[in-house]
């Protein structure tokens, strides 16, 4: 583990294609989640700096389809930004454990694959048609793709770079004047992301930087300059951010998560079930939105499950982020931390018998054994976990686990394990979710070609190859009419 105290990047606002220094919140800090201590104050953005970035975008917007040229041009410029970002791994990489908690061997994969993600969308901007010719018997008809406008982009501290850094790009691509405002609680990250897409040298008003908390974003978001939203984070903030968006008919795309169930069939191999659930609960210290949380096993298979899953915890080493043989670090922020001791005091005292078997360090910071909650009734244990924490119900049947499952959705994933994988898909696509894994709980993408959308609560859109096109686009239809048409 480095010895030497992590300097966060320097936090500042780009705005109007200047670097703006960010106001300082009184009595307010950003904090190792490993040690408690500061690390540098919380930050904020000027009523008038915020104003001043809606209008540059709102300026800088242009309506008209690309031609060939402003394709190359806008991928160039984001094949540069990948570039600095592969520069810049490892600043990212150490600023992602500070930030979120997670160990950094998880950060350093999450960070290398940042630049892919960039490239990704450079080349989304030259092989996705801006410019259509449809077949009108000789008529020149065009359906075009064109930015919808000013985005509005708000990540988490969950995915401290790589959401920013997807977003952003994907907005880029689609041609939106982007202004990006990162969680409060990771700063550090996002800014790092930023600097990498500032030195790219993208084309005046495609990209600013703002931070702060719920005040900067929802004066961004019930702003009608403002014409599409980007939001990933919880369910409260996201219905507020629907409804200020609805008195602008603003387009949204809400990734808000949920408590995901896991299904266990009476003929799954234990072990593949208690690894697959032990990665999914701990990877990103279980700090991610398609982790699982409620797993609903037949009753004989409860007590076994358990003992699984708690020996397999007891093996593993909470500790420091920076430390190079961490398993599980810090919860990333104190008020993420109180919510998920209240959500293990809330399922203690509804019954549930608590599990938490890893030993902690001796460090003064967030940390959390990975917790297993055991007896509390499965019907009412519907609160998103997103921690290193499931709870496990015994179920009379496989039809009540559906049942269970699908009359609380969390409408992003669920989670299927038996050994007969085409019994496990027929149940898996029965569930209420945007992704259903068999017997797994990786993150990456399933296939190529993968799509889900987010069901119900889990929010409003989806992911897709085409998604920066589908969200940040519209479509518009430019053609000569004929007196021959039938109406």
Not at 415 to 425: I, K, L, P, S
Request: net charge negative; glycine share 8%; hydrophobic share 40%.
């Amino acid at each position: 583990m480095s010895t030497v105290p992590e300097t966060p990047a320097r936090l500042r606002n780009y705005v109007a294609g200047q670097w703006r220094e960010c106001a300082v919140v009184t009595d307010s800090w950003n904090l190792d989640p490993n040690t408690c201590e500061h690390l540098h104050p919380s930050v904020t953005t000027p009523a008038e700096h915020v104003e001043e970035a809606l209008r540059h975008a709102a300026e800088q917007y242009d309506p008209s389809p690309w031609d060939e040229a402003t394709r190359r041009e806008r991928a160039d410029a984001l094949q540069r930004a990948a570039n600095l970002l592969e520069e810049r791994t490892e600043d990212i990489a150490r600023a992602d454990a500070m930030t979120s908690g997670t160990a950094i061997g998880a950060t350093r994969v999450v960070a290398s694959f940042l630049p892919h993600r960039v490239r990704a969308a450079a080349e989304e901007v030259l092989r996705i048609p801006r410019i259509t010719a449809l077949d009108a018997g000789g008529r020149d008809v065009r359906r075009m793709k064109v930015p919808w406008g000013p985005a509005a982009i708000l990540t988490p501290w969950n995915g401290p770079s790589f959401i920013p850094a997807s977003k952003v790009a994907s907005a880029i691509a689609a041609g939106c004047p982007v202004i990006l405002k990162p969680s409060e609680h990771a700063p550090s990250s996002a800014q790092l992301v930023a600097e990498c897409f500032i030195e790219a040298n993208l084309p005046d008003g495609a990209f600013q930087l703002v931070h702060g908390a719920g005040d900067v974003g929802s004066t961004l978001t019930s702003d009608p300059r403002i014409k599409v939203i980007s939001f990933t984070g919880g369910p409260t903030a996201g219905r507020a951010i629907a409804r200020a968006a609805a008195e602008n008919f603003t387009v949204l795309q809400l990734e808000l998560g949920g408590n995901n169930p896991v299904i266990v069939l009476d003929d799954a191999d234990l072990d593949v079930t208690a690894d697959g659930i032990l990665e999914g609960m701990t990877k990103l210290n279980g700090q991610w939105c398609e982790g699982p949380g409620k797993v609903l096993a037949p009753r004989d298979l409860v007590d076994p499950l358990v003992d699984a899953l708690n020996a397999r915890i007891a093996n593993l080493r909470v500790g420091h982020s920076l430390d190079e043989a961490t398993d599980v670090g810090p919860i990333s922020n104190a008020p993420h931390f109180r919510t998920l001791q209240q959500r293990v005091a809330a399922m203690r005292e509804a019954g549930a018998t608590i599990h938490e078997p890893a030993d902690l360090p001796e460090l003064p910071g967030l940390f959390l054994s990975p917790t297993v909650a055991v007896g509390a009734d499965a019907e009412s244990t519907n609160a998103e976990l997103f921690g290193p924490l499931v709870s496990v119900h015994g179920v009379a049947s496989q039809e009540e686990a559906v049942r269970i499952a699908n009359a609380a959705p969390s409408g992003l994933d669920a989670y299927v394990f038996g050994t007969d994988t085409d019994r496990a898909m027929e149940v898996g696509a029965r569930l209420v979710a945007g992704e259903v894994r068999v017997n797994g709980a990786k993150v990456a993408d399933l296939a190529d070609g993968s799509a889900q959308s987010f069901w119900g609560p889990a929010g409003i859109g989806g992911h897709g190859p085409d998604e920066s096109v589908r969200v940040f686009c519209g479509d518009r239809v430019v053609g000569v009419d004929s007196a021959d048409l039938p109406l």
